[in-house]
């Protein structure tokens, strides 16, 4: 079966770190635009940070410098790792395939809060 | 960077026809795609390169691009179409290639 599992979510005090995992079946990460897009609470969405095929990657300002985007080709998974977290990153953080974005994850909850 | 603009919210009674805008300079020379998400759920990619439809998306959903606006146009509503809308167009010449509109809630009246 073709998807993304999300994982690493959790709540995390400010200025902490955290590392989610988007595992792939069913096709090869390393073969495709990978992308994070975040979804605050009662918001709409915004992209994150892409890893291209050829492994540029960008990121949106708002993360720049504090998140990085990877992956492990044998391990088939994307990850994001995100540094200095502060209130504003708590959000629904989604793994999505491709460009146009043709398979998203189920994503996983990311709560920055003392 | 690049802006695109959507109504916060439109409304239409069941078995009209719902059109769905998103305005950016020159959006017409942009590929646009659409997603729609319920709540509680991922994204689903319902049109994407401004009017191809994926597998599974139904024929009453279509697209249009010109000018300085897109359009996602929903045909014979249901009340499962219920739900928020968002435009995107990739910018691969710009150091943010991937941007969103603001989405737009569509009810069902």
């Known amino acids: 079966e073709v998807q993304l599992v999300e994982t690493g979510g959790g709540l995390i005090q400010p200025g902490g770190s955290l590392r989610l995992s988007c595992a792939a079946s069913?096709?090869?990460?390393?073969?495709?635009?990978m992308s994070w897009v975040r979804q605050a609470p009662g918001k709409g969405l915004e992209w994150v940070s892409v890893i291209y095929s050829g492994g540029s990657t960008y990121y949106a300002d708002s993360v720049k410098g504090r998140f990085t985007i990877s992956r492990d080709n044998s391990k088939n998974t994307l990850y994001l790792q995100m540094n200095s977290l502060r209130a504003e990153d708590t959000a629904v953080y989604y793994c999505?395939?491709?460009?146009?974005?043709?398979?998203w994850g189920r994503g996983t909850l990311v709560t920055v809060s003392s | 960077s690049y802006v695109l603009t959507q109504p916060p919210s439109v409304s239409v009674a069941p078995g009209k026809t719902a059109r769905i805008t998103c305005g950016g300079n020159n959006i017409g020379s942009k590929s646009v795609h659409w997603y729609q998400q319920k709540p509680g759920q991922a994204p689903v990619l319902v049109i994407y390169y401004d009017s191809d439809r994926p597998s599974g998306i139904p024929e009453r959903f279509s697209g249009s691009n010109s000018g300085n606006t897109a359009t996602l146009t929903i045909s014979r509503v249901e009340a499962g179409d219920e739900a928020d809308y968002y435009c995107?167009?990739?910018?691969?010449?710009?150091?943010?290639?991937?941007?969103f509109g603001g989405g737009t809630k569509l009810t069902v009246l």
């Open positions: 995107q167009v990739w910018d691969s010449s710009s150091d943010h290639p991937v941007v």
């Open positions: 999505a395939r491709g460009r146009p974005f043709d398979l």
């Open positions: 069913g096709f090869t990460v390393s073969s495709n635009y």
